[in-house]
């Protein structure tokens, strides 16, 4: 057991990910499990609605039709097992179809249904329960409007299924490296006190969730990344200890390097000292990444501690309507024309509101693009003369959108010159979707795990104590020896996301001598300074700074920075996916020589 390597591979990073991914890992020499990461809350609401319409839906369709039927034959001759969270709010709808996909092949693949995160039913008593949400304290949402109740659940029910004897694992709402983690307690027989296993089986997971993100994909170095039309998904070779080697199928594009492994690790991971899972609590700031090979690198030293008594349960709920488009204009002072048709359409839809007794916009936007309006105060460019104007509003009820969007067009022959557009159908309003999460005792969801015609029920609680929060780390010295400014990019890597209305920026040196430099430079206040526009005094925003020792690296958590995060938001970035960009051009000083060499 211990020499035992288990080999992943990532086949799927969000619904809508490219098809040839499963043809392209069943390549991978003696390749064990294919897994597949198809949801985020706003993905779940999407699969609610799709279900309210029918029954037979609510899943994710393109997992039978693009990734399993091409494939089932081959995948049954190499003996590849798979686990997928595909099934969303309705994972027996998608074992169903999967089964008579695989019947009508004339194949003998047995597919397991993990169920119990879906607690729709239980909405009436949870609102009743007087429920805070987690991060704001805000109440529960009225009942009528939740789209979908899902507790985010581990690794041991999909564990339990394939020891079962499954060949395919369909789940609904799994935290997302649940289904690498699954796969390795099953060939492993890692028990729930192998706490630092489950921590580097969970880091696996989290590399390979994303997909073609760990293999080059989204990377600061994105000009040494070659054949990104064909980029290779990424594969963890997993050992007994947990330690793993993250790389790529030969003869693909992309690249897997210690920076893109890094930037991936810290890709949407709060504080991490606290990485909190249903299986165990992880420690990732003494994690180890080393180059041993091209295209290989190995992944050592995180730790854990044991798992919450409790599951993450994400609700959505609808709230209000939003709708916005772009428009572009060139010329001199094309910022000006642009701003002053956005106030005019604005001007224009208040006026109609008043006339016919409407609310007026409970938030609007105007989002300059081409004069570097994410950059807020550090913004290098003035008058620009070709510029898109991002316009978005949210109101009460959907016709006060669509006053928005009809005066936008009304208003095309009264604008100032030098209007242009892509012609195309006028947008819709669509319903603003936020996310109100909580936690709730393991006890209060019941799961169970369906095989042809056996369903069994699976308690997924721990006799574990919980362990207090690690010591922090202590803080770096600040060098003496700062002269001369180079832009952060030089000095280091950086990845940027979302976690509902948070957004994080990892920040990892490019070697362990940088990051003192980095240290004094990037403070909490800085990095404030930096995304002030972002975080305006009544959103409670604010900035916290993690160290991760292990990897030379900084996170930093941005909370109330996205507008209500997702389709919750009007922004041009809702989810942070850039925020990392405007980091990397901050002045950091260093010593001359280091400048020179830089």
């Known amino acids: 057991m211990a020499d035992k390597v288990v080999r992943v591979g990532g086949a799927s990073g969000f619904w809508g990910d490219a098809a040839r991914a499963t043809a392209q890992l ?3 020499d003696a390749l064990d499990f294919l897994v597949y990461d198809y949801l985020a809350e706003v993905t779940m609401s999407i699969m609610a609605r799709a279900r309210v319409k029918n029954e037979a839906r609510g899943y994710a369709i393109d997992f039978i039709s693009a990734a399993m039927k091409p494939n089932l034959t081959a995948i049954a001759a190499r003996g590849i097992k798979v686990v997928s969270n595909a099934g969303g709010v309705n994972p027996e709808a998608c074992a169903n179809a999967l089964q008579l996909e695989i019947h009508a092949q004339g194949l003998k693949l047995k597919v397991a249904c993990v169920t119990g995160d879906d607690l729709m039913t239980h909405v009436p008593e949870l609102a009743a329960r007087g429920i805070r949400e987690m991060f704001s304290a805000a109440t529960f949402p009225p009942i ?4 979908s109740t899902n507790a985010y659940l581990g690794a041991f029910p999909i564990a339990k299924a394939l020891a079962m004897g499954a060949d395919i694992v369909v789940t609904g709402r799994c935290v997302d ?25 969970s880091l696996a997971g989290h590399i390979l969730e994303c997909g073609t993100q760990t293999t080059g994909g989204n990377f ?13 998904y990424p594969v963890a070779e997993v050992s007994a200890d947990g330690t793993f080697v993250c790389t790529k199928p030969d003869n693909t594009g992309g690249l897997v390097n210690i920076g893109t492994v890094s930037e991936q690790m810290l890709y949407e991971i709060g504080d991490p000292q606290a990485y909190i899972l249903p299986d165990v609590i992880c420690d990732f700031s003494t994690t180890r990444i080393k180059q041993i090979g091209e295209n290989r690198v190995l992944v050592t030293g995180a730790t854990g501690r044991p798992a919450p008594d409790t599951y993450k349960v994400s609700t959505t709920y609808a709230d209000e309507f939003r709708g916005g488009t772009y428009l572009t204009f060139y010329g001199d002072d094309a910022e000006c024309k ?26 609007t936007s105007i989002e300059i693009l081409g004069t570097e309006s994410q950059y807020g105060a550090f913004s290098a460019i003035n008058n620009s003369r070709e510029v898109i104007m991002k316009i978005a509003a949210k109101h009460p009820l959907e016709s006060g959108v669509s006053i928005l969007l009809r005066e936008v067009v009304g208003l095309a022959l009264a604008t100032p010159p030098g209007l242009s557009g892509f012609a195309g159908t006028r947008p819709s309003p669509s319903p603003v979707v936020r996310l109100f999460s909580f936690t709730i005792p393991k006890s209060d969801v019941h799961l169970q795990i369906r095989l042809d015609e056996a369903t ?24 003496q020896d700062r002269e001369i400014d180079v832009p952060l990019i030089k000095l280091a890597w950086g990845r940027s996301g979302d976690k509902g209305d948070k957004a994080n920026v990892g920040i990892i040196a490019r070697k362990p001598e940088y990051l003192p430099y980095i240290s004094a430079a990037l403070t909490e206040e800085v990095v404030h300074k930096r995304f002030a526009h972002f975080l305006p005094p009544n959103s409670g925003g604010s900035v916290e700074r993690f160290l991760l020792p292990g990897i030379h690296a900084f996170n930093f958590l941005l909370h109330n ?12 970035d809702p989810q942070g996916k850039g925020f990392a960009q405007l980091l990397l051009c901050c002045p950091v000083s260093v010593p001359a020589q280091l400048a020179e060499r830089l």
Not at 144 to 147: F, G, H, M, Q, T
Not at 220 to 232: K, R
Not at 349 to 356: G, P
């Open 338 to 363: 642009a701003r002053a048709l956005g106030n005019a359409v604005f001007e224009a839809s208040q006026n109609t509101f008043r006339e016919n007794g409407l609310a007026d916009f409970s938030e």
């Open 144 to 147: 009528e409007s939740v789209l």
């Open 220 to 232: 600061t170095d994105w000009e040494t990344v070659d054949g990104i039309s064909s980029m290779g």
């Open 177 to 201: 490296s649940a289904v690498t983690l699954g796969a390795c307690i099953h060939s492993f027989g890692w028990e729930r006190d192998d706490f630092d296993q489950l921590a580097m089986g």
């Open 26 to 28: 069943i390549s991978v």
């Open 456 to 479: 069994i029920r699976f308690d997924d609680r721990s006799d574990k104590n919980l362990d207090a929060v690690p010591a922090p780390h202590p803080q770096l010295t600040t060098p």
């Open 561 to 572: 920075s996205l507008g209500g995060g997702g389709v919750a938001s009007i922004r041009n």
